[in-house]
């Protein structure tokens, strides 16, 4: 089975910019992936904020953008703020319906 | 705008079946191609998907929980449903129904004698 691949933790500094990454151990992310990025917070439920690789959802800040990138998902966030810092998850669908999410990306405003 | 709203026990015994329920409202659980999904995450750990239904029955689950898992959809009461046999303390999380972008609050259910 594919595992799904993620920076366990990356650091911004306020106003900064950074990418997290996607990958998959199957070979290159493709929009075939459908990939969606997830961002949660201590104690909430996570909350959507690109699906099909690039979209946004009407509450997704604009800071952020999805992409792909060497093979990865990507998600980029332009001029970090402290409320961004949170676990991001990323979430690829495979063949046949198959779901598997990354293992999350700790990122830390500092 | 879609909501989804999870329900059913908080503790379940070892050995027995977890049971959810997930209902939707603001839109049709038969009017999408999409499938619904369910989700779960222990404490302190990450996101693990447990499978998906689309509205037409046909199902995906995830192959290390396959044998236990069994997602069903009533589309009459606009409600998809988990059940998940034999459980163990390794079951214990938050679980969350999902629809593309839109997920429910989640449910916390605890296995625990």
């Known amino acids: 089975q594919a595992v799904v691949t993620q920076e366990p933790s990356l650091t911004v500094s306020p106003g900064g910019t950074v990418t997290l990454t996607c990958g998959s151990t199957t070979g290159a992310v493709t929009s075939g992936h459908y990939p969606y990025w997830f961002q949660q917070r201590p104690g909430q439920a996570p909350r959507t904020l690109i699906y099909d690789t690039s979209y946004k959802q009407s509450w997704t800040p604009a800071r952020f953008s999805g992409s792909l990138l060497g093979g990865k998902a990507a998600l980029t966030l332009s001029g970090a703020q402290p409320e961004d810092e949170a676990e991001y998850y990323c979430?690829?669908?495979?063949?046949?319906?198959?779901?598997?999410f990354g293992g999350g990306t700790k990122l830390t405003v500092l | 705008q879609l909501q989804l709203q999870e329900s059913g026990p908080g503790l379940v015994k070892p050995s027995e079946t977890l049971s959810l329920t997930c209902t939707v409202s603001?839109?049709?659980?038969?009017?999408?191609?999409?499938?619904w999904g369910w989700i779960r995450q222990p404490p302190g750990k990450g996101l693990e998907y447990i499978g998906n239904?689309?509205?037409?029955?046909?199902?995906s689950y995830n192959p290390s929980l396959k044998s236990r898992v069994t997602i069903s959809v009533d589309t009459s009461k606009n409600q998809f449903s988990l059940k998940l046999s034999s459980v163990t303390a390794a079951d214990t999380a938050v679980y969350y129904c999902a629809h593309r972008a839109y997920w429910g609050q989640g449910t916390l259910v605890t296995v625990s004698s």
């Open positions: 603001g839109g049709s659980i038969s009017s999408t191609s999409y499938y």
């Open positions: 239904i689309y509205y037409s029955g046909s199902t």
């Open positions: 979430m690829l669908s495979y063949s046949g319906a198959h779901v598997l």
